[in-house]
């Protein structure tokens, strides 16, 4: 063979020309029918309930590789309310409660409302470690993409002008990405499942703050997989030691025999930016964590 000689790569017409091509097709009772469409262009037949493999497919795809198209090698996922407001905005609620239970709960979450600065802070801090030898970034924040705590976390990578991932649900009411989360990289789901998954195929830090039902099911659902080896050990960081062990009993799960007293070695209680940051960083480097689920 000579120097002159070229070999296509491929030499099948691309799936993007041909999707522009029937564009311009003629008319007729044939090509108007929806048989006639490419499969991957007719929305009806993708959203067959005969199709819901294909679209689990599709759903794990695309985010991984949008996250590896952007060098993205691990993630330090943030789970949290929605319903926490940011310190500026949490006495508005005092003032919109018309009742002694709506008061003490506007009190309540207003005590919380510190949670938004310590995950802003700690989104900070993650978000400046540095790229490894390849180039790949580590530690990115990712959130559910949401207001309050996620938006937070979003908001702290923004901060020092790093990239974060937001991965947002459809629900029956409007849920809309925070303004903080890179663009690129604002992926929104139809199926819980997938969208959890994703949350933890890259996660190599995971902090929970004070949350409701969506929190405890992220958040019970991985100390599950670590607690059954179905996922390697990692820093999962509570915060709010005072929320958590009010609204779960810990010790007393231990204490009935439903986990083992190691279970509560696999988080750890915090309540500041710095403590969570150093305990991950001592996690990776091997070192002996100071702080655990231990009352």
Same mark, same amino acid.
């Given at each position: ?14 799936? %993007? ?28 037949? @993708? ?10 497919? +599709?759903? @794990?795809?695309?985010?991984?590789? +949008? ?15 929605? #319903? ?18 709506? %008061? ?17 802070? +700690? ?80 996660? #190599?830090? !995971?902090? !929970? ?20 080896? %179905? ?30 007293? #190691? ?21 990776? #480097?091997? %070192? ?8």
């Amino acid at each position: 063979m000579t120097d002159e000689t070229h070999v296509p790569s491929r030499v099948f017409r691309p799936a %993007k020309q041909d999707a522009e091509s029937v564009k311009d097709i003629s008319s007729s009772p044939q090509t108007e029918h929806p048989a006639y469409r490419l499969a991957f262009q007719d929305m009806d037949f @993708l959203l067959r309930e005969d199709l819901r493999p294909v679209r689990f497919q +599709l759903e @794990l795809l695309k985010p991984q590789l +949008l996250l590896d198209e952007a060098n993205i090698a691990s993630t330090f996922v943030f789970y949290g309310s929605a #319903r926490i407001p940011e310190p500026g905005k949490a006495v508005a609620l005092r003032a919109l409660a018309d009742d002694d239970q709506s %008061k003490r709960i506007a009190e309540r979450l207003i005590a919380k409302s510190k949670y938004y600065d310590v995950a802003r802070e +700690l989104a900070r801090m993650t978000s400046n470690f540095p790229l490894d030898e390849s180039g790949k970034k580590h530690f990115v924040v990712c959130s559910g993409g949401g207001p309050s705590i996620m938006e937070a976390a979003n908001r702290g990578a923004a901060d020092v002008g790093a990239e974060s991932v937001g991965l947002n649900i459809v629900l029956p009411h409007e849920q809309a990405p925070n303004p903080y989360v890179t663009p690129g990289l604002s992926m929104q789901f139809h199926y819980f499942a997938l969208r959890k998954m994703h949350f933890l195929l890259h996660a #190599r830090a !995971v902090a !929970v703050f004070p949350g409701g039902f969506g929190t405890f099911d992220e958040a019970f659902e991985l100390l599950t997989l670590i607690q059954t080896g %179905k996922v390697s050990p990692i820093p999962v960081l509570f915060y709010g030691k005072e929320f958590w062990s009010r609204v779960v009993n810990f010790e007393a799960l231990c204490e009935e025999g439903v986990i083992s007293p #190691r279970d509560l070695n696999l988080f750890h209680f915090c309540e500041g930016a710095e403590e969570g940051w150093e305990i991950v960083q001592d996690f990776w #480097r091997g %070192k002996t964590p100071r702080t655990s689920g231990r009352a």
